[in-house]
């Protein structure tokens, strides 16, 4: 008599099933990191596992992060130059933040033992350059030892601003008066202008950490206009204590968004929007909530006559940006009108990947607003199975539907998919936001 025949089992791989079973930030990030460590591509595997590995870092798993660095770097060929280079100054910085300069120099020294790597004449001397921007970029090249006069003037600058922070630390203000007035001198050499009005937003706020207002106040006079409207935005102008000015300046970003939009011929009109929104939600939060929702009205009454405004994933994003804006201003009748309209115009995109952003980002804005339950629902119904998973992941990780949230993420196709599933979750998580 013929044996009965058995079953065959089939187990599922760890990064298809090893979900976390909570909202814990620090067990989400090391499931990305397992994640990681089951793709076949140890470049793709490094260069994914650099944001769970930095998360760690800042939230305090120093250690942690370290090790992994380090196991990462193993598993890297020594042809793999420029992976091995990212993750080693990933692992000198995470060490110089935690004051640890021996462990520093030993992942510096690992990116310069890439050198005789680099065989193509192109790239000859890629890895010692990299090893010198990084400490002028953290102040701790000689400006003798620069390349060029950028880098001098980037090294003289941040070594500056190092010792600025060492000495307000240590509360020696005379040093730190110092230094500030170092970095206003080096502020002033570059030519190119956005480095300029970096620089010079840098000392501004190192006057204000000191307390010094009459310093800040000369520092401001001595700009000249161009440089003025770039660097006193008004984030800054309310970091500097400068209330009265930062509600001024919102205003003016609000007029001068709305006359680029006026003529325009550039689709990507979402950033000068996202623009306005940022600046409405400023004056509401200052109590300029009246000034807020007319500026409101007047854009959304401008908008038809906008030249490149086409129906489709173009309306769908300004409808999403001005529905969170509205919401924010306590319009809720507004908010919930334009949101219809977002999620109407994104569905009828007719190109697919426009149309996904379109209704994601539409969710997103939903889900933020109270309404997960018709956010999920909207998303259960997305087209491509891999955009349904991201969405759902992300919504259900808000919700605390931890059990659905398994149910749908054991449906990934591949370790990298599982990684990307749990970057996108770990913004829903309580420490995880976008700061």
Same mark, same amino acid.
């Given at each position: 008599?013929?044996? =009965? ?35 076949? /591509?140890?470049?793709? @595997?490094? /260069? ?22 380090? +196991?990462?770097? +193993? ?18 910085? $995470? ?46 090249? /000689?400006?003798?030892? =620069? $390349? ?9 600058? +941040? ?9 307000? @630390? ?5 040093? =730190? ?18 480095? +300029? ?6 000392? !501004? ?16 006079r001595k700009l000249d206009k161009e440089d003025r409207e770039e660097i006193l935005d008004t984030y800054t ?8 000015? =930062? ?6 970003? !609000?007029?001068?968004? #709305? &006359? ?54 173009t309306t769908s994003s300004v409808y999403t940006s001005f529905a969170e804006a509205a919401a924010a201003l306590?319009?809720?009748?507004? @908010? ?38 018709? @956010? ?15 969405? #759902? ?10 059990? &659905? ?31």
């Amino acid at each position: 008599m013929a044996k =009965a025949s058995r079953p065959v089992t089939t187990t599922e791989p760890a990064w298809k099933t090893k979900w976390p079973r909570n909202g814990d930030l620090d067990a989400w990030l090391r499931c990305m990191l397992t994640k990681c460590d089951a793709m076949a /591509d140890d470049g793709e @595997a490094a /260069d994914r596992a650099h944001l769970p590995i930095e998360h760690l870092a800042e939230r305090g798993h120093v250690d942690e992060a370290l090790r992994h660095v380090d +196991r990462f770097l +193993r598993r890297l060929s020594a042809q793999s130059v420029l992976e091995t280079v990212r993750m080693a100054e990933l692992g000198a910085k $995470i060490a110089l933040d935690a004051g640890n300069l021996p462990r520093m120099e030993k992942y510096l020294a690992a990116v310069e033992a890439t050198e005789p790597y680099n065989t193509r004449k192109c790239d000859r001397g890629f890895s010692i350059n990299s090893v010198r921007k990084f400490r002028a970029n953290h102040g701790l090249l /000689d400006p003798a030892e =620069a $390349i060029d006069d950028e880098q001098r003037i980037e090294a003289s600058f +941040r070594r500056a601003q190092r010792e600025f922070t060492a000495a307000l @630390a240590a509360r020696k203000r005379k040093a =730190a008066q110092a230094a500030v007035a170092y970095m206003e001198a080096t502020a002033k050499e570059p030519e190119r202008k956005w480095e +300029r009005q970096q620089y010079l937003r840098e000392v !501004i706020e190192a006057y204000a950490k000191l307390g010094d207002s009459a310093a800040v106040e000369r520092c401001i006079r001595k700009l000249d206009k161009e440089d003025r409207e770039e660097i006193l935005d008004t984030y800054t102008l309310m970091k500097l204590g400068m209330k009265p000015r =930062a509600i001024t300046r919102a205003k003016w970003e !609000i007029q001068q968004e #709305l &006359e680029t939009l006026a003529t325009m011929t550039n689709p990507n009109i979402h950033f000068p929007v996202m623009a306005i929104c940022r600046a409405l939600i400023f004056l509401a939060s200052q109590g300029e909530v009246a000034t807020a929702r007319r500026w409101l009205r007047r854009s959304l009454q401008e908008m038809p006559t906008w030249p490149v405004i086409e129906q489709g994933w173009t309306t769908s994003s300004v409808y999403t940006s001005f529905a969170e804006a509205a919401a924010a201003l306590g319009d809720q009748k507004t @908010a919930d009108h334009l949101m219809s309209h977002a999620l109407q115009d994104g569905k009828a995109e007719k190109r697919t990947g426009f149309r996904r952003g379109a209704i994601k980002a539409a969710l997103g804005v939903q889900a933020n607003r109270g309404q997960l339950d018709a @956010a999920i629902a909207e998303a259960r119904k997305m087209r491509s199975p891999t955009e349904r998973r991201k969405a #759902l992941g992300k919504l259900l990780a808000k919700a605390e539907r931890w059990k &659905e949230l398994r149910e749908v993420l054991v449906q990934v196709a591949s370790p990298e998919e599982a990684a990307d599933v749990c970057w996108w979750i770990k913004f829903e998580l309580p420490g995880g936001e976008v700061k």
